[in-house]
């Protein structure tokens, strides 16, 4: 039983941080994107692409955050499933919707409320069950 | 559209298939004993060693350009909404691949956080 608790702690660390690097790393290449502009599909254009992408400082910024989550990410897949983490890792989305409205004052439409709502109810149904189902798992539990 | 429509395909495939590949080769490395830098710093260089861990990292390079350019050409409120069926096919490859046992509860919450994410980046 401490075990399960123990393991259900550090799967939620794991998955907070996740979420807070996922975030903000997404936010970064939004930006980073806006400023390079619209890519067109030729092979010039996506070679211009590819130097801008590369010379762009908030994607590398947001690159940095993105690896971040990568190894958070694939620290928590190396004792949790996948089904369990993925749908978890959501969590940044209604996350963000709190965060516009405590600190940005922004309003928040009833459509997304209910988005934010289904959210966090499939995220607590999914932190309901067992973080790790597999064979390989039980065998390290036992 | 046909291009949006085959770089969503790349977008969630590429990422579901590297992302399963990515848990197989953690699965295969074993958890660190401990969330210590030094024990993080050996689990990682572990892992880089795995073979599945490098299967997956073109799959999801595959689709972070796919996002990139679908960013690109449409705003973030549909390109999220429409990658959101992501959790679905992953949930699918959990189960059928990695053998993961997902409970009715856990179809539930992957199905209401999947349209849940849909109505959040609609606005």
Redesign the interface.
């Known amino acids: 039983m401490a075990t399960e608790g123990r393991l259900r702690a550090k799967t939620l660390v794991m998955v907070c941080l996740m979420v807070l690097c996922a975030n903000v790393g997404d936010l970064m290449l939004k930006r980073g994107m806006l400023e390079i502009g619209a890519v067109q599909l030729s092979a010039g254009a996506l070679a211009h692409a590819f130097r801008m992408t590369i010379t762009n400082g908030t994607l590398w910024l947001g690159i940095l955050f993105l690896w971040g989550f990568m190894v958070s990410y694939m620290t928590v897949l190396s004792w949790a499933d996948y089904s369990y983490v993925m749908p978890a890792g959501a969590f940044g989305y209604a996350l963000l919707s709190f965060l516009a409205v405590l600190f940005l004052h922004e309003a928040v439409s009833p459509r997304r409320w209910i988005g934010v709502a289904l959210i966090c109810v499939g995220v607590l149904l999914v932190g309901q069950t067992k973080p790790r189902t597999t064979e390989a798992a039980r065998e390290a539990l036992a | 559209m046909i291009?949006v429509t085959v770089f969503l395909f790349l977008l969630i495939v590429g990422s579901t298939a590297g992302?399963?590949a990515?848990?197989l080769g953690?699965?295969a490395?074993?958890?660190?004993e401990r969330?210590r830098p030094v024990e993080?710093l050996r689990?990682?260089r572990k892992?880089l060693c795995n073979g599945w861990f490098w299967a997956g990292i073109p799959l999801m390079a595959l689709s972070f350009y796919a996002?990139?350019?679908l960013?690109?050409?449409k705003p973030?409120s549909f390109v999220?909404p429409a990658s959101a069926l992501s959790?679905v096919v992953?949930?699918f490859?959990?189960?059928y691949i990695?053998?993961?046992?997902?409970?009715i509860?856990?179809w539930?919450?992957?199905?209401?956080?999947?349209?849940?994410?849909?109505?959040?980046?609609?606005?």
Do not use: H, N
């Open positions: 291009r992302e399963i990515m848990t953690m699965k490395t074993g958890e660190p969330l993080l689990f990682l892992a996002l990139l350019l960013l690109s050409w973030i999220i959790y992953g949930t490859g959990a189960k990695l053998g993961e046992q997902v409970s509860a856990r539930t919450g992957v199905v209401l956080v999947c349209v849940g994410v849909a109505l959040v980046a609609l606005g």
